[in-house]
């Protein structure tokens, strides 16, 4: 079964934004509108890995580092291991200096600050999609 977002209604790039905030949430949606891609929101973490166990397919997901009542990490450590290849924007309103050398050193991974403005997060999701179109492009490996 097809989710919603997954329909061939909207040939745009799907991004999932994890965000508690719904304000926040509906800005991350608009600047994914400006940078050529579509957006849907999850609330919580546990919602978006249904979704994803359900056949949700995203080109990159953006993660709010500090969800209420969850830990970000298990997000990010549970998309590392069952979806290696997909990259990860941190949307946060702390620092990366806060964030895990784990996570900052994870090539496709970057770390954009919620004060800084639209521009490096519009920025960051053309870096994550290209990030993502070249994985397809490149095909699978060959033995």
Request: aromatic share 4%.
């Amino acid at each position: 079964m097809l989710l919603p977002e997954q329909t061939n209604e909207d040939p745009r790039p799907l991004v999932v934004i994890v965000e508690d905030d719904g304000a926040v949430a509906d800005l991350g949606s608009e600047l994914c509108d400006l940078a050529g891609a579509r957006a849907t929101t999850f609330p919580a973490a546990l919602s978006l890995m249904r979704a994803m166990n359900d056949g949700l397919t995203p080109r990159v997901v953006v993660l709010d580092w500090r969800l209420e009542r969850e830990v970000s990490a298990g997000l990010f450590l549970a998309l590392r291991h069952r979806h290696p290849d997909l990259p990860v924007l941190l949307w946060t309103g702390a620092g990366a200096h806060q964030l895990p050398e784990m996570i900052l050193r994870d090539p496709l991974t970057r770390v954009v600050t919620k004060g800084a403005g639209g521009d490096p997060f519009v920025a960051g999701i053309g870096w994550a999609l290209q990030c993502s179109a070249a994985d397809e492009l490149a095909g699978p490996l060959e033995a």
